[in-house]
C-alpha cells in the first residue's frame, strides 16, 4: 500500500508562510497526492490534490518534487484560523489511506 | 447547504447493544465512506459504496454492516457494540472515487462511547 511519512508536529508564527513535508517514497505513476485537514472537533476538509504539476489554489499551494517521492504544503500566510492537523494522503487501490498528520502550532 | 449530514453527534451504548449512525447528503454523490478515528490518528476505512446497490469493505470493516439504497443515505449498522467500537466516526462523500481527480466532503462527525 502506498503510504505517507510527516512529521508530528510543526510550529509557525502568525502570518509567516509554512512549508508542512510529506514524503511518499513508494507512490506510483497513477496516484494522486491529496492534503486533507481537520480543525479540531470537526471532519476534515479538503486542502488541495495534485499529479505531478505545481497546484495552486486559495487556501494552499502544493509543491511536488520531480520525482513524486516528496511532495510540500504551502500556507502563503499563515493565521490562527490555520492550526490543525494537516493530512498527507495517497489512494491505495481506489481508498485513501490516511496516517496521522501532522500538527499545525500558530503562535500568535 | 446540507452537504454531508450525520445523526446522532453524540452516543453512549452498553456492550451487545445495536444501534444505526445516519449519513444523508443532499449533492447528488455516488460515492460515499465511512470512517473511524481513534484518539491520535488518522482515519481508517470502514466501508464505502460506489452507488446505490453497491457497497465493500475498507481497511476495518469487521463488526459493522452497511446497505446503500438510496443515493443519498448510507447508513452504517453496529451489529453488537464492543468497547474497542469507542471511537469518533465520519462519513464522507464525493462525486466519485476520491482517488482520482475527486476531493471528499465530510461530515461533522459522530463521537460514540461503548461502556
Known amino acids: 500500500d502506498a503510504k505517507t511519512t510527516q512529521p508530528n508536529s510543526m510550529e509557525s508564527n502568525e502570518e509567516e508562510p509554512v512549508h508542512l513535508p510529506c514524503n511518499h517514497s513508494?507512490?506510483?505513476?497513477?496516484?494522486?497526492i491529496h492534503w486533507y485537514r481537520q480543525l479540531p472537533s470537526q471532519g476534515p476538509e479538503y486542502v488541495i490534490h495534485?499529479?505531478?504539476?505545481?497546484v495552486n489554489n486559495r487556501m494552499a499551494s502544493l509543491a511536488i518534487a520531480e520525482d513524486r517521492k516528496s511532495s510540500t504544503l504551502i500556507l502563503h500566510r499563515a493565521t490562527l484560523r490555520d492550526a490543525a492537523v494537516y493530512y498527507c494522503?495517497?489512494?491505495?487501490?481506489?481508498?485513501?489511506?490516511w496516517g496521522a498528520g501532522t500538527k499545525l502550532i500558530i503562535k500568535p | 447547504n446540507a452537504g454531508v449530514t450525520q445523526t446522532p453527534k453524540f452516543q453512549v451504548l452498553k456492550t451487545g447493544q445495536s444501534m444505526t449512525l445516519q449519513c444523508a447528503q443532499d449533492?447528488?454523490?455516488?460515492?460515499m465512506s465511512w470512517y473511524r478515528q481513534d484518539p491520535g490518528m488518522g482515519l481508517r476505512l470502514i466501508h464505502y459504496s460506489v452507488g446505490a446497490g453497491i457497497t465493500d469493505q475498507g481497511e476495518v470493516p469487521n463488526g459493522y454492516n452497511v446497505s446503500r439504497s438510496t443515493t443519498e443515505d448510507f447508513p452504517l449498522r453496529l451489529l453488537s457494540a464492543a468497547p474497542s467500537q469507542t471511537s469518533v466516526y465520519f462519513c464522507?462523500?464525493?462525486?466519485?472515487?476520491?482517488?482520482?481527480?475527486?476531493?471528499?466532503?465530510f461530515g461533522s462527525g459522530t463521537q460514540l462511547s461503548v461502556l
Open positions: 495534485g499529479l505531478t504539476s505545481n
Open positions: 464522507a462523500s464525493s462525486y466519485s472515487i476520491p482517488s482520482t481527480n475527486e476531493k471528499l466532503f
Open positions: 449533492m447528488n454523490h455516488e460515492y
Open positions: 513508494t507512490i506510483s505513476g497513477t496516484d494522486y
Open positions: 494522503i495517497l489512494d491505495s487501490n481506489y481508498q485513501l489511506i
